[in-house]
């Protein structure tokens, strides 16, 4: 089945920065695309961005552009999300999330990865 | 952007009952539009997508309804498990954006 599967919880210090990591398995890696989400304690969804695994090109959210990469390895089937320059508001559940129809961008989100906790914390 | 609103923040509901959730849009989503449940410590899941479209393995007793601009989530004879936060999205135009959540409590 469709498995992805996230890294620890991590803890930096402001102005460090986190690279998380969304294992994936159970289908053809390349064909589908991978967003990323993040909440913030008690608060709502927030899109961040999303990466097409077959060549790599990427796409961001407008608050997010300039601090935060989102790289894939084809060889291994993982993507990972990189956020730069962290600050307490970045605190906050880092989601990996698949497109549930191939080669499809703009689409609902199935399934989810299980969620990383990154604190930002001097 | 496209700014989504959900109505109630909150709802209380008796078990065996039934809910309705409201979503609204600030321009035109056409049907593109999902709902999420996501109970504490877990990730979201998917419920319904394209309006009104059941995802895999979700019971009949949710259903999705609306379009371009008006959304609604109902949920019948409500059970415990069911409580949770739901939100809806739209898929419709860059970026991606979420309500804010209702929060369904069952007591």
């Known amino acids: 089945q469709v498995q992805l599967v996230q890294s620890g919880a991590e803890v930096k210090d402001p102005g460090a920065s986190v690279k998380v990591s969304c294992k994936t398995s159970g289908y053809t890696f390349t064909n589908y695309h991978l967003h990323w989400v993040r909440q913030a304690p008690g608060q709502g969804l927030e899109w961040m961005g999303i990466i097409d695994p077959s060549g790599g090109g990427t796409s961001y959210a407008q608050k997010f552009k300039g601090r935060v990469i989102m790289t894939r390895d084809t060889s291994t089937s993982i993507v990972y999300m990189e956020v730069s320059s962290l600050r307490s508001e970045d605190t906050a559940v880092y989601y990996c999330a698949r497109s549930p129809r191939p080669r499809q961008q703009l689409v609902e989100f199935d399934p989810w990865g299980q969620g990383t906790l990154v604190t930002v914390s001097s | 952007e496209i700014v989504m609103t959900q109505s109630p923040a909150t709802l209380s509901v008796s078990p065996g009952g039934g809910a309705t959730l409201s979503c609204w849009a600030s321009?035109?989503?056409?049907?593109?539009l999902a709902w999420y449940q996501q109970k504490p410590g877990q990730a979201p899941r998917l419920l319904i997508y394209s309006t009104s479209t059941r995802a895999t393995g979700i019971p009949a007793r949710f259903s999705g309804s609306g379009s371009a601009t008006e959304f609604t989530l109902t949920i019948s004879s409500l059970q415990s498990e069911d409580s949770a936060v739901y939100y809806c999205?739209?898929?419709?135009?860059?970026?991606?954006?979420f309500g804010q959540g209702t929060r369904l409590e069952i007591k």
């Open positions: 999205q739209q898929y419709n135009n860059w970026p991606i954006t």
């Open positions: 321009q035109t989503v056409t049907s593109n």
